[in-house]
């Protein structure tokens, strides 16, 4: 099974910016697409950005513009570059990944999440 790791949340001003982790680790064969995604309290969680394996990325429609995602191969990491961070960006950020087991079949793993609270 695959660990996640996940760094780089804590409290941020209006307008501030933060840089979100997600390291995985452990036997695999390779990992497809890398995400995150938010769930603020009493609301569903949410797409924030999501990048495939090679390389194209796409965004929640509230984030365009003001984050984004990216990701090392080499170091089986994804990060989420968030600027401009607004009260509403409050919430806690998980990883996804797409596992690929040495088998060729898949499965999803997420991190256990990382709180973003964003207020002056």
């Known amino acids: 099974q695959v660990q996640l790791v996940e760094s780089g949340g804590g409290l941020v001003q209006p307008g501030g910016s933060l840089r979100l982790s997600c390291a995985a680790s452990?036997?695999?064969?390779?990992?497809?697409?890398m995400g995150w995604y938010r769930q603020a309290p009493g609301k569903e969680r949410e797409l924030v950005a999501g990048?495939?394996?090679?390389?194209?990325?796409n965004y929640g429609d509230s984030v365009k513009g003001r984050f984004t995602i990216s990701r090392d191969n080499a170091k089986n990491t994804v990060y989420l570059q968030m600027s401009s961070l607004k009260p509403e960006d409050t919430a806690t950020y998980y990883c996804?990944?797409?596992?690929?087991?040495?088998?060729?079949?898949?499965?999803?793993?997420w991190g256990r999440g990382t709180q973003v609270t964003v207020s002056s």
């Open positions: 996804n990944l797409r596992i690929i087991r040495w088998d060729r079949g898949s499965y999803v793993a």
């Open positions: 452990g036997s695999f064969f390779r990992i497809n697409e």
């Open positions: 990048i495939s394996s090679g390389g194209g990325t």
